[in-house]
């Protein structure tokens, strides 16, 4: 499994941006996309997860009300529209494939099984 992330940029708070993670290679498989996100020195952060059956989704408390999951199975691709961002939301966007994950272990970064370059939004105050 591959996972290509884009969709990052600079932009000002307030504004929105839409990330997209595609998935190649055997796309029948990895039932819970995530994205998490690190800041330079710091630790790697769970932002958002779907699960593969039924949609369920989950989110950090900080984004809340402004960030939303989606998933095109039949694209192979997750999104995550964030809206509202805030200088807070600055790091670098991880998407992060996993084929076995139950509710517990989806904020966990090593509970994942394949991972994407980052794509780094950049929030100006």
């Known amino acids: 499994v591959q996972l290509q992330a884009s969709g990052g940029g600079l932009v000002q708070a307030g504004d929105s941006l839409r990330l997209s993670c595609a998935k190649s290679?055997?796309?029948?498989?990895?039932?819970?996309m995530a994205w998490f996100r690190q800041a330079p020195g710091k630790e790697r952060e769970f932002v958002a997860a779907?699960?593969?059956?039924?949609?369920?989704?989950y989110y950090t408390d900080s984004v809340k009300g402004r960030f939303t999951i989606s998933r095109d199975n039949a694209k192979n691709t997750v999104y995550l529209q964030m809206n509202s961002l805030k200088p807070e939301d600055t790091a670098n966007y991880f998407c992060?494939?996993?084929?076995?994950?139950?509710?517990?272990?989806?904020?966990?970064?090593?509970?994942?099984?394949?991972w994407g370059q980052g794509t780094q939004v950049t929030v100006s105050g």
């Open positions: 290679g055997r796309t029948s498989s990895s039932n819970t």
């Open positions: 779907i699960f593969r059956s039924g949609g369920s989704t």
């Open positions: 992060a494939a996993g084929e076995r994950l139950i509710v517990s272990t989806i904020r966990v970064p090593r509970a994942y099984d394949y």
